[in-house]
């Protein structure tokens, strides 16, 4: 199956089994690059709370914790094509009886729980969209254990990430965004969240890989952890040691469900501009080229084996059998390149593609088009 534009194959796993770090196991579904103009959103580095050894992270909790939160999503009990058996994270766990007490006393059914973390003083929350996307409500649970209703301002299922928000009677402890690309491999980590639905909890590690590929999306750059992340921690961040976030914690991969010191948060560079963008608008516009490509002619660039009907590619006169090299400014050495490029792009803007056909090597203006809604992958 080829690599395309508008759909990635997703691999098999034949000798592990890839969990979301929720309550709902499925695979979850990272983001796209960050853009130049993004760097603002991002912090400069601070000086590291935790700077001998360390020996405690106690001062680092208790900077952060505050701003994370526990977040509990219920459909209504008499909906009975939705309703579903209390998911396997929670099962057997001291939060499934009180759980399950409270929500039959209201009339509805626990579809799943999971992590977040604020970052905003006036309660705007991120956490991933399988969190959150098939609730009919979602209860947030502050670390005090005061609680409030929340409301869905944007989702993204393609990347995995969620905004949502609450209204507190006064401002709330929140966090800010760490720089993902200062991260090295071997650096210390913590990682906060509700695993099992058991409240909040944090466990820390260090940063065992970057830019792994779990076959996801196409868009797949996660920071692999070896912190322990378990069902219920999806949705939460991961901090260095100065309590930025530089990690939004998304998957686990393990053979039984529980931790296996494997996990993957989508980095800080690819979460920060996209909920920017859904704080704005509350969803993502992402660019399409309209091609299906092949890598591996061992040569520069991609090949494009098929152009869709009516599509961009097709209207700025691109051919089967061209290499495109270049989109914009970017050298395209990968299908997977190619495709975040043009995603990265806004619809409707003109993208220069630069390509090389038949030996000689053209400039052609592509005016970048919507990818369609109904595209997953």
Do not use: C
């Not at 000798?15 to 796209?32: K, M």
């Not at 905003?120 to 670390?143: F, K, M, Q, W």
């Amino acid at each position: 199956m080829r690599p395309d534009q508008d759909s990635q194959p997703m691999r098999r796993m034949a000798s592990r089994s890839f969990f979301l770090a929720a309550s709902a196991l499925a695979v979850a579904l990272p983001g796209g690059p960050a853009r130049a103009d993004d760097t603002a959103l991002l912090a400069p580095p601070v000086p590291a709370i935790v700077t001998s050894g360390p020996l405690t992270f106690a001062p680092l909790v208790r900077k952060v914790v505050p701003a994370v939160v526990n977040i509990a999503v219920t459909q209504d009990a008499d909906d009975r094509a939705k309703r579903q058996p209390v998911p396997p994270g929670v099962k057997g766990t001291p939060f499934e009886h009180r759980f399950r007490d409270r929500m039959r006393s209201r009339g509805e059914e626990m579809i799943g729980a999971g992590s977040g973390f604020i970052i905003d003083p006036g309660g705007v929350i991120v956490t991933n969209t399988h969190v959150v996307g098939e609730a009919d409500r979602i209860t947030v649970s502050l670390s005090d254990g005061t609680e409030y209703p929340a409301r869905l301002v944007g989702s993204d299922d393609l990347t995995d990430i969620a905004v949502i928000s609450i209204q507190a009677p006064n401002p709330l402890p929140y966090v800010t965004w760490g720089d993902s690309r200062q991260v090295n491999v071997g650096d210390w980590i913590m990682a906060a969240g509700n695993p099992f639905g058991l409240g909040s909890s944090v466990t820390a590690g260090i940063v065992s890989a970057r830019g792994r590929d779990i076959g996801a999306s196409p868009f797949d750059d996660f920071l692999q952890l070896d912190a322990p992340i378990n069902p219920g921690n999806s949705g939460g961040p991961s901090f260095n040691l100065g309590g930025q976030v530089v990690a939004l914690n998304t998957a686990i991969v393990s053979p039984t469900g529980g931790s296996v010191g494997i996990g993957f948060g989508i980095p800080s560079e690819i979460v920060a501009p996209i909920v920017a963008e859904l704080r704005r608008s509350g969803h993502i516009d992402r660019g399409w080229l309209g091609v299906t490509l092949a890598d591996g002619d061992g040569h520069a660039g991609v090949r494009i084996t098929d152009i869709d009907r009516g599509g961009p590619a097709e209207k700025a006169k691109l051919r089967t059998g061209d290499i495109v090299l270049t989109v914009g400014e970017e050298p395209v050495d990968s299908a997977r390149t190619l495709i975040r490029a043009v995603a990265a792009e806004h619809p409707g803007s003109t993208v220069q593609v630069h390509i090389r056909r038949r030996g000689t090597e053209l400039t052609v203006p592509v005016i970048v088009g919507h990818r369609p809604a109904d595209m997953d992958d």
